[in-house]
């Protein structure tokens, strides 16, 4: 029973926090008013021992740039679809996974400057000489996915969950349209989930613990078109109790990944991202994703 749990949390910490997570430049300032429609691709595969799932999730999201109080804010919406297929091993047999195209669970969210991230306009925005920014977001999942109890592997995870952070960057450039700019960036956050009445495969109340986490990337602008990043994950945390029951540890995980990211004109940027699972501390698992991000600005 243990190894069906392993599996399932596996998937569910996989497919949460690739929607979590928010990738480089995430939080590169705009100037206000901006608007931006986006079309995100993941195809994501983990696995524990001999239990394999791979996840396929297309997410249409919007964000809109406002001006808080002189600085620089954002809200944001998205909706998952997609589906997952795999097999999971039950120690007396391996049950194959098979979920059509459903919808995942929705999210809203939103972010505030603090320090360094004035509301600019699209001409004082292209004079300002950036620095050190700081600020703080919030990103709410809703269960609004599809899910039964009776299936071990599912796209949405009946729960309300919140990931804060406080994204933290500083941008080497003599502008914001500078051909050469570079940022360093940190974002620490925490991870807060609801129970689950239902859980898969037992319908027992399922209960998880907060996950901390934090993601680096250090990005450089190489032309007008092309910037790329170096990105580093890690989280621990996330025990989870079933009935009462540990059925997850405290866990720790350590990803590297790389994006590129392409600006095809002023409205269409694309921006694509590796990310591998290089340490986890659950045995015998493993993770791997890849995120292409097409975004319309207007």
């Known amino acids: ?59 249409a999201s919007y964000r809109r740039t406002v001006d808080i109080g002189g600085n620089a804010g954002a809200i944001l919406i998205g909706l998952p679809v997609g589906g997952l297929s795999g097999a999971i091993d039950t120690g007396f047999g391996v049950v194959p996974q098979n979920n059509p195209l459903a919808l995942g669970d929705a999210f809203i969210g939103g972010d505030l400057g603090l320090i360094g991230s004035p509301s600019l306009s699209p001409l004082d925005y292209s004079q300002y000489k950036p620095g050190l920014r700081a600020g703080v977001a919030a990103k ?6 599809d899910y039964s109890s009776t299936r071990l592997a599912n796209l949405g995870q009946n729960r309300w969950s919140l990931q804060a952070s406080l994204p933290i960057s500083y941008v080497l450039g003599d502008s914001m349209i500078d051909p050469a700019i570079t940022t360093l960036e940190i ?19 399922s209960s998880q613990d ?14 007008p078109m092309v910037w790329a990043a ?32 392409l600006v095809l004109s002023q409205q ?12 986890s501390s659950v045995p015998n698992s493993v993770g791997r994703g890849v995120e292409l991000t097409a975004a319309y600005t207007f």
């Open 1 to 59: 029973m243990r190894r069906i749990f392993l599996a399932i949390v596996a998937l569910v910490l996989m497919v949460t926090g690739a929607l979590a997570q928010d990738g480089a430049r995430a939080y590169f300032l705009l100037p206000q008013d901006t608007n931006i429609l986006s079309l995100t691709g993941n195809y994501l595969h983990a696995g524990v021992g001999a239990t394999k799932i791979d996840v396929g999730v297309i997410t």
């Open 140 to 145: 709410l999942f809703m269960p609004t996915g």
């Open 187 to 205: 974002v620490p956050s925490v991870h807060v989930f609801g129970d689950n009445p239902k859980s898969p495969g037992t319908g027992a109340v």
């Open 210 to 223: 907060p996950l901390w986490k934090i993601e680096g990337h250090v990005t450089h602008t190489f032309s």
């Open 230 to 261: 170096l990105d580093a994950y890690a989280e621990t945390g996330g025990r989870v109790v079933t009935g009462g029951t540990e059925t997850l540890k405290a866990h720790q995980s350590v990803a590297l990944g790389a994006t590129l990211g």
């Open 268 to 279: 269409l940027a694309l921006r694509l991202t590796y990310v591998e699972q290089v340490y």
